[in-house]
């Protein structure tokens, strides 16, 4: 019972966050979530995220311009920058 409820909850949460949309110049874009088998057309990076100092995998964006000139917002994952070794 506990598993579907939590694979219930999960599929909530990934159909909310596919709905994002953000504001880029005075247009609403929506959020893509990117995949490994994704190719992806980069011919100006616009924006990156902060990326935080803790020691854990953290949501990050980065905005940019395809080569046909429209705007994307791109959501990854990447580790932050607060482990250190020692």
Known sequence: MKALLVLALGSFCASAMA????????????????????????AKVISMSEIPNVCEVVPARMTYEDSQGKTHVLEYRVMGNGCYNG
Not at 19 to 42: A, K
């Open 19 to 42: 709905d994002e949309r953000v504001s880029v110049n005075n247009q609403t874009v929506p959020v893509e979530q990117y995949s490994y088998s994704q190719h992806l057309d980069i």
